[in-house]
């Protein structure tokens, strides 16, 4: 099983900066993409950015040009580096990783989810 642990969150002042991390870790794998998503109260959960295994990068159109994700294949992790913080931002986020491991019938490819970190920015 791969598994995801999530770093990084906290409280921020409106303005500020925070870059969370994600490490995948486990079993032998191999990584297809990695996302992040967050979920605020009462909210639906909303994808945030997108690193492809090309390196290909998407956003959403709230975060595009405040948030930048990157991956350090070396260490199976996922960065997320977020400047200029809103209030709006405040959320749960949730790292996601698409990812293939051996099976003793085959390999599986599926998506493994972080524990999730919390992001509060206030006014």
Known sequence: QVELVE????LVQGGGSLRLSCAASGSPFSIRSMRWYRQAPGKQRELVALITSD???NYADSVKGRFTISRDIA???VYLKMNGL???DTAVYYCNVVATTARVMGTLTRAYW???TQVTVSS
């Open 75 to 77: 260490l199976n992790t």
């Open 7 to 10: 770093s990084g969150g906290g």
């Open 114 to 116: 972080g524990q999730g």
């Open 86 to 88: 809103k209030s709006e």
């Open 55 to 57: 390196g290909s990068t």
